[in-house]
């Protein structure tokens, strides 16, 4: 069985605020994460080899050491483009949207979250900031050192690159129905719902449910319902639940199903998932 330092992990700090992520991959072929979307603003710093990022309609090709910018509700994936040679790392940080909306709001007195036009940042200073953060919010350091560490980074990401969102596209006409079964998904993933249940909630056929969900939130209803039972598993696992309780407490039919969709998702089993405690006493 190969050890921690020969396969893929990733370790976490949680904070109340954000998750920080640091993934480790052994070398091999890069692999490619299937289309997902999150609740919180992703940011990706530290990759050392090229890669790209389907996002919003579009491909797009990350250098090394570029900052990348995922919003919530954007549905995306990601793959690298050249096999590792050696083991690589990078960092991944998932912001509670709210945090942002409120520095954004107190930065330019704006109600709102904050729009980043480009998903691909090359900014040298930006990504001086984020390293650091990143750096800090992994050490044993006091917390009021990370929260003002925090706030000043995202304030100048803010001020930097925070644009004006665009105009909205016409309303789709079954927005409001996906909208409502996107709710309820959220807030009941560990239901076995059935089709004809959030059918009836949308009230839309089953088939005209399926593709307008697609359409509007670029994933199918059960691969969101998945993708909700799997963040809640992340973080039931940082808390120091087994994996089989995890697996019970969010849906799953057992461990085996929980550990073969996790590393499908996350690109690690569970057993390869280490939370750290972020909290510090000063």
Same mark, same amino acid.
């Given at each position: ?25 052994? %070398?091999? +072929?890069?692999? @490619?994460? =299937? /289309? ?11 990759? *050392? ?109 803010? %001020?930097? +690159?925070?644009? @004006?969102? =665009? /105009? ?11 909208? *409502? ?102």
């Amino acid at each position: 069985m190969p050890t921690r330092s020969e396969r893929d992990t990733i370790t976490a700090w949680h904070l109340p605020e954000l998750v920080l992520e640091l993934h480790k991959s052994a %070398s091999g +072929r890069p692999k @490619r994460s =299937p /289309p997902h979307v999150h609740d919180e603003y992703q940011f990706i710093l530290g990759h *050392r080899g090229p890669g790209q990022y389907d996002y919003r309609g579009a491909r797009h090709v990350t250098p090394p050491g570029s900052l990348v910018v995922i919003h919530p509700g954007e549905t995306h994936s990601a793959c690298g483009l050249t096999e590792r040679t050696c083991p690589s790392t990078y960092q991944s940080m998932y912001v509670r949207p709210e945090y942002l909306q409120a520095l954004a709001s107190e930065a330019g007195g704006k109600s709102g979250m904050p729009f980043f036009g480009e998903p691909i940042i090359l900014d040298d200073r930006l990504i001086l900031s984020f390293a650091d953060l990143c750096g800090t919010l992994s050490q044993p350091v006091p917390c009021l050192e990370k929260t003002s560490l925090m706030r000043e980074t995202f304030l100048r990401l803010i %001020s930097r +690159r925070a644009e @004006r969102r =665009p /105009p909205e596209q016409k309303a789709y006409r079954a927005r409001a129905s996906v909208e *409502r079964v996107r709710e309820y998904l959220t807030e009941n993933f560990v239901e076995a719902v059935t089709l004809a249940e959030l059918a009836k909630i949308a009230d839309l056929t089953p088939n005209h449910l399926c593709s307008a969900f697609r359409k509007e939130i670029g994933v199918p209803p059960h691969a969101y319902q998945t993708q909700m039972r799997l963040t809640k598993a992340k973080s039931l696992l940082a808390a120091g639940m087994s994996i089989g309780e995890a697996a019970a407490e969010t849906g799953f039919v057992d461990q085996s199903h929980l550990t073969h969709q996790f590393q499908r998702f996350f690109g690690v089993t569970p057993g390869s998932y280490f939370p750290h405690d972020a909290r510090t006493k000063s």
